[in-house]
């Protein structure tokens, strides 16, 4: 599957732990509890597994 470059906003995620469950490689939980990118580019299908809409394609 495409990977593409993508954001978190911190202020959106609710760190149900979704994004990190369904693509383990591509995200992780920073100290501070919120998602973050590991690497900046995650599975472009990931957006959709946010129920809050915090991951977007990077412009
Ligand atoms: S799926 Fe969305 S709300 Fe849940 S941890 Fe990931 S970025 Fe945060």
């Not at 939980?29 to 809050?52: K, L, N, Q, R, W």
Request: negative net charge; glycine residues 8%; hydrophobic residues 40%.
């Amino acid at each position: 599957m495409a990977k593409k470059r993508v954001v978190i906003d911190a202020n959106e995620c609710i760190m149900c732990g979704a994004c990190v469950g369904s693509y383990p490689d591509d995200f992780e939980f920073s100290d501070e509890g919120v998602a973050i990118p590991i690497t900046g580019e995650a599975d472009e299908e990931s957006v959709d597994v946010c129920p809050v809409g915090a991951i977007s394609f990077e412009e």
